[in-house]
């Protein structure tokens, strides 16, 4: 069965890094946006590999199924971005290319140092919404109330900019 | 894991299916196209301008709207399952969260954001 | 292994056909229900009483030209038909249909996959119906499949939140997302949760409905305003495809409401997949006589019910089944 996990987790991380890839590169941003739902969708895979179903769950209902769409949206409501070609690069190449190298380093290297890594979550147990929605209400309850404020500030911010925009 | 397994075949199973008929289509259908029949619909007139408009700028409102309540829904999940195990303490969280977010909808419909015109 | 791998391959074959099957026959159910109720007969040449309509229906599709306007973006406008199909088809991997049994000494479960998060997993996966309908809208260059498209996605991701909130009402009272665990504490006909939510089993008929975008919530369709919405460029197998997919999110909705709130294959003396399918065909015909009762509501009004009316209520039905769990 671990044999059968990791050929998985190979199959789903080269799935997420090509699209992720695509993502960045296409010139037409409808299929970007496409290929982000597929990366989004892959990383679910994983997080179900990890016994994380609940979490793999989230990410499909917010990121997928809300999140995405809000984007397929805003990429609709822009008009003449549909179906044109766009530029994907500027001129900051040398920059960028700089930084996500120093970047990629540090991470390698911050990743190397690590030992025992704990990739298996078997801590977690079998009913992982059961833990989780304990633990929000005790230990993490303060956390989970803040939530709601952020959600609240995001949605009269939503509000206030779309009035400005119709006046 | 296993039960995803067959998760997985299901998928596996349900887009063969479909390629089957789509070939099995391909293969007997006639296939006869010219200028006039590979027009776009548009009550039998030539399509006239771009397809790609412009549309009323409500739905990205709903969009938004719809992807906060998603979260909040999404946290009730693990509440409802644990709840049988939690109390009043846990009712009350819950209570106040609901409370903070139906302020929320209460200042989109107050602000005209959920009238469609 | 190996032997896990052929059973379950089996049950997936087994559940494929007799989906599919079902979807055939929903048509067949829908055209001769809708016609009793406008005192017409609905199907009757093919075959005895026309059971054999939906197998003509089938091969005339198959044997039909498969048009492709030529400004659609070709390898979306194949994609979406598919898309549209596979999540509806995904949802009955969770559903139990049977008790477990024995059949030449194997143990077979009655459900495919007994997914610990089983009802969260129908409720993502439900929300992956949008993009087969979104990919639809934006590949085909039709003015009609654009607008279809887009009112088809606002429509079902306004009422998404009261779907889900409606589900809530249920887990409150069952503390489980196991679809196995919510059959097996509702043996025995008192012990159904539909006596103690019956609120939220309205508020989920009702959210249901309009996600699967059927009447009075059928505006993606709507024919007069939008000519076929979102497909209205798709012909031939593509077409049906779609088609397909409505029926089987039909039957998904049927299938998930029975195992919620009926008890799913809990009943005495008949077995317990014929009581299954007893209780799904009951519901599909609420569809049908919806169908047959209700106006088409306008735009403004669907969007103004799903967020002014059945999302306050569900949210209040939520804290008062909370609150009444806790006396």
Not at chain 3, 190 to 197: L, V
Not at chain 3, 255 to 281: C, D, E, H, R, Y
Not at chain 3, 303 to 309: A, D, I, L, R, Y
Request: proline letters at 3%.
């Amino acid at each position: 069965m671990e044999h059968q996990i990791s050929s998985a987790f190979w199959v789903l991380s080269f799935v997420i890094l090509t699209s992720a890839i695509l993502l960045v590169s296409l010139k037409n941003v409808f299929h970007c946006a496409l290929f982000m739902v597929l990366c989004l969708f892959s990383v679910a895979g994983i997080f179900i590999l990890l016994d994380a179903e609940f979490l793999a769950a989230a990410q499909v209902l917010i990121y997928v199924g809300a999140v995405s769409i809000l984007m397929i949206f805003a990429i609709m409501l822009t008009n003449n971005l549909t179906n044109r070609v766009i530029k994907q690069t500027n001129e900051n190449g040398l920059v960028s290319l700089f930084v996500c190298l120093s970047f990629a380093v540090g991470a390698i290297m911050l990743i190397s140092k690590t030992h025992s890594w704990n990739y298996r979550a078997n801590e977690l147990g079998h009913d992982n919404s059961l833990i989780l929605g304990k633990y929000l209400m005790t230990e993490f309850m303060l956390p989970f109330e803040v939530i709601s404020v952020l959600l609240l500030a995001a949605m009269i911010g939503a509000i206030a900019l779309a009035r400005k925009e119709r006046s | 894991m296993s039960e995803y397994l067959s998760i997985l075949i299901f998928i596996l199973i349900g887009t063969g299916i479909v390629l089957f008929t789509f070939l099995l289509s391909r293969l007997i259908r006639p296939h006869n196209p010219y200028h006039a029949k590979n027009l776009n619909y548009e009550c039998a007139e030539e399509p006239v301008g771009n397809s790609w408009f412009q549309f009323n700028n409500r739905f990205y409102i709903f969009a938004l709207i719809f992807v906060i309540f998603d979260v909040e829904v999404i946290f009730l999940f693990p509440w409802a399952v644990a709840f049988g195990q939690l109390g009043l303490f846990a009712l009350v969280e819950m209570v106040i969260f609901i409370l903070i977010l139906f302020f929320g909808i209460f200042y989109a419909w107050k602000k005209g954001a959920l009238k469609w015109v | 292994m190996l032997e896990m791998v052929l059973i379950t391959l089996i049950k997936v074959l087994v559940v494929v056909v007799a989906v599919l099957t079902g979807c055939a026959y929903s048509t067949y159910m829908e055209r001769k229900v809708l016609g009793r109720l406008q005192n017409r007969i609905g199907p009757s040449y093919a075959g005895p009483f026309g059971l054999l309509q939906p197998l003509a229906d089938g091969l005339k599709l198959i044997f039909k030209e498969d048009i492709v306007p030529s400004n659609v973006e070709r390898i979306t406008f194949a994609l979406a038909p598919m898309i549209a199909f596979i999540p509806a088809l995904l949802s009955f991997a969770v559903i139990p249909f049977s008790s477990d049994f024995e059949l030449f000494g194997y143990h077979i479960t009655g459900m495919l996959s007994d997914l610990n998060i089983g009802i969260l997993f129908i409720f993502a996966v439900t929300s992956l119906g949008v993009y087969g309908i979104v990919l639809a809208g934006w590949s085909s260059g039709s003015k009609y499949s654009l607008l279809g498209g887009l009112r088809a996605t606002a429509q079902m991701i306004s009422y998404e939140v009261a779907y889900g909130l409606s589900i809530i009402g249920v887990i409150l009272i069952a503390n489980t997302l196991s679809m196995r665990e919510l059959v097996a504490i509702q043996e025995g006909i008192t012990n159904w949760i539909i006596w103690k939510q019956p609120f939220g089993f309205l508020l989920y008929i009702t959210a249901a409905i309009a996600e699967t975008n059927r009447a009075p919530f059928d505006l993606p369709e709507a024919e007069s305003e939008l000519v076929a919405g979102y497909h209205t460029e798709y012909s031939s197998m593509r077409f049906s495809m779609f088609f397909i997919g409505e029926y089987a999110n039909m039957l998904a909705v049927a299938s998930v409401g029975t195992t919620l709130f009926f008890g799913g294959w809990n009943g005495p003396f008949l077995p317990p997949v014929l009581w299954f399918v007893i209780k799904v065909v009951a519901f599909m015909f609420c569809y049908i006589w919806l169908r047959a009762t209700f106006p088409r509501l306008r735009y403004d009004q669907l969007m103004n019910f799903g967020w002014k009316v059945l999302f306050p209520l569900a949210l209040l039905n939520t804290m008062v089944t909370a609150a009444w769990v806790m006396l």
